[in-house]
């Protein structure tokens, strides 16, 4: 065991603070890594006032870690100290049922196990990024490419995979139409991923102030939502709409810019149900699809390719002491476009 600092809530109500707390010693698997920077998901604000239900507390949350590699267990084949690699949403998994055996851990049957807010194999609770330091699997560590700089990666750990996985997925292309719904720190990366693949791209947000950015990031249009009647124009035009809304909102006006055939991918997951018409789905055969992250072979994938396209995150780095404050002018959609902890803050 290692003592470990990081931030914590220690309840619902609570703001985070200042936590100790001891990591597993390094297994032959294992490696240990200095956390250099942690993205801020919004997901870290649902578990922590336990939206979603079932938080454990105390939580030191974070799943978009980018960091160092200080020691390696004596069986560890692919990393080496002082190696830079991340860590996303989940730390192990079954490793047998057929999600796993192909690659897609993020449906384990037996259930992933969680960075944060999970339990570990011995039924202790996993503590996530906002820490000094992490002792994982190797297995369930992937390798920051060299031209990606570390702050702008961390977000991609979720913020990337989770809208690159759907994107691919539903094979969104050249000379494909897709609208995204939300410019926060999903859908500023579902731009970025989506001018990448070839797509042209229309932003549907809730905030004028946002126009300028979503060209800068590689969408060719914008469009308010509260403007009916420039959303009227948009009638049937998108082959696909990836909607990252943290919070419960109206999509049958969304529904209706999409194509016979058209395909809603929801990865937003407000704590609240969604309201869907029936009519807006059948009378044009659209698809509403979900999806969740992405497994470590794919999330090494998107890390290439985002790379390859030089299209790290748009961040605003801070110091943990501020992360109480970051929380607030994220939930006041005051962020341009993620939030990452710098850890030397931390020492
Ligand atoms: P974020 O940075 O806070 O962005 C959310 C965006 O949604 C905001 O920037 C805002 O965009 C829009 N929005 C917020 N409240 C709204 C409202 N009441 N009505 C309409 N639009 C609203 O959050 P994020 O980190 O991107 O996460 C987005 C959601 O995805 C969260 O629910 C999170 O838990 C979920 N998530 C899911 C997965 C997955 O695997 N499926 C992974 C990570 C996160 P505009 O200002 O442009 O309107
Ligand atoms: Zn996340
Ligand atoms: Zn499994």
Same mark, same amino acid.
């Given at each position: 065991?290692?003592?470990?600092?990081?931030?914590?809530?220690?309840?619902?109500?609570?703001?985070?603070?200042?936590?100790?707390?001891?990591?597993?010693?390094?297994?032959?698997?294992?490696?240990?890594?200095? @956390?250099?920077?942690?993205?801020?998901?919004?997901?870290?604000?649902?578990?922590?006032?336990?939206? $979603?239900?079932?938080?454990?507390?105390?939580?030191?949350?974070?799943?978009?870690?980018?960091?160092?590699?200080?020691?390696?267990?004596?069986?560890?084949?692919?990393?080496?100290?002082?190696?830079?690699?991340?860590?996303?949403?989940?730390?192990?998994s079954?490793r047998?049922c057929p999600p796993c055996q192909a690659g897609e851990e993020q449906y384990c049957?037996?259930?992933m @196990?969680?960075?944060?807010?999970?339990?570990?194999?011995?039924?202790?609770?996993?503590?996530?990024?906002?820490?000094?330091?992490?002792?994982?699997?190797?297995r369930y560590?992937v390798?920051?490419?060299?031209?990606?700089?570390?702050?702008?990666?961390?977000?991609?750990?979720?913020?990337?995979i989770?809208?690159?996985s759907?994107?691919?997925h $539903?094979?969104?292309?050249?000379?494909? &139409?897709?609208?995204?719904?939300?410019?926060?720190?999903?859908?500023?990366?579902?731009?970025?991923?989506?001018?990448?693949?070839?797509?042209?791209?229309?932003?549907?947000?809730?905030?004028? &102030?946002?126009?300028?950015?979503?060209?800068?990031?590689?969408?060719?249009?914008?469009?308010?939502?509260?403007?009916?009647?420039?959303?009227?124009?948009?009638?049937?035009?998108?082959?696909?709409? @990836?909607?990252?809304?943290?919070?419960?909102?109206?999509?049958?006006?969304?529904?209706?810019?999409?194509?016979?055939?058209?395909?809603?991918?929801?990865?937003?997951?407000?704590? &609240?149900?969604?309201?869907?018409?029936?009519?807006?789905?059948?009378?044009?055969?659209?698809?509403?699809?979900?999806?969740?992250?992405g497994g470590i072979e794919e999330t090494q994938e998107?890390?290439?390719?985002?790379?390859?396209?030089?299209?790290?995150?748009?961040?605003?780095?801070?110091?943990?002491?501020?992360?109480?404050?970051?929380?607030?002018?994220?939930?006041?959609?005051?962020?341009?476009?993620?939030?990452?902890?710098?850890?030397?803050?931390?020492?």
């Amino acid at each position: 065991m290692s003592s470990v600092r990081g931030y914590a809530a220690l309840s619902a109500a609570a703001k985070l603070e200042p936590f100790t707390f001891d990591r597993r010693s390094l297994g032959p698997q294992d490696v240990r890594i200095r @956390i250099v920077f942690c993205g801020i998901c919004h997901s870290d604000i649902h578990q922590v006032r336990n939206e $979603w239900g079932g938080s454990i507390f105390p939580m030191v949350p974070g799943h978009e870690i980018v960091g160092i590699v200080e020691e390696a267990g004596s069986s560890v084949s692919r990393y080496r100290t002082s190696d830079r690699v991340g860590v996303g949403c989940f730390v192990d998994s079954c490793r047998t049922c057929p999600p796993c055996q192909a690659g897609e851990e993020q449906y384990c049957e037996g259930g992933m @196990i969680l960075t944060y807010n999970g339990r570990d194999q011995s039924g202790a609770p996993t503590y996530g990024g906002y820490s000094s330091h992490i002792v994982v699997d190797e297995r369930y560590v992937v390798r920051i490419p060299e031209p990606l700089p570390s702050a702008g990666a961390a977000p991609l750990l979720c913020a990337g995979i989770t809208t690159y996985s759907p994107l691919r997925h $539903w094979k969104v292309g050249k000379r494909d &139409k897709l609208a995204v719904v939300g410019l926060g720190g999903l859908g500023h990366m579902a731009v970025k991923i989506g001018a990448a693949l070839g797509a042209e791209v229309t932003v549907l947000s809730t905030s004028e &102030k946002k126009r300028k950015d979503a060209k800068r990031l590689g969408a060719a249009d914008f469009v308010v939502t509260s403007d009916s009647a420039s959303l009227a124009k948009l009638t049937r035009r998108f082959d696909a709409m @990836i909607d990252t809304v943290s919070a419960p909102h109206d999509m049958n006006a969304c529904l209706e810019c999409l194509k016979t055939d058209g395909t809603l991918m929801l990865v937003g997951a407000p704590d &609240k149900p969604l309201s869907i018409a029936g009519f807006s789905l059948v009378l044009r055969r659209r698809r509403l699809v979900g999806s969740l992250i992405g497994g470590i072979e794919e999330t090494q994938e998107m890390l290439d390719f985002c790379a390859k396209h030089k299209i790290p995150a748009d961040i605003e780095t801070i110091p943990i002491q501020q992360v109480n404050e970051a929380y607030e002018r994220m939930l006041r959609g005051d962020v341009r476009y993620r939030f990452v902890i710098d850890m030397q803050s931390l020492r």
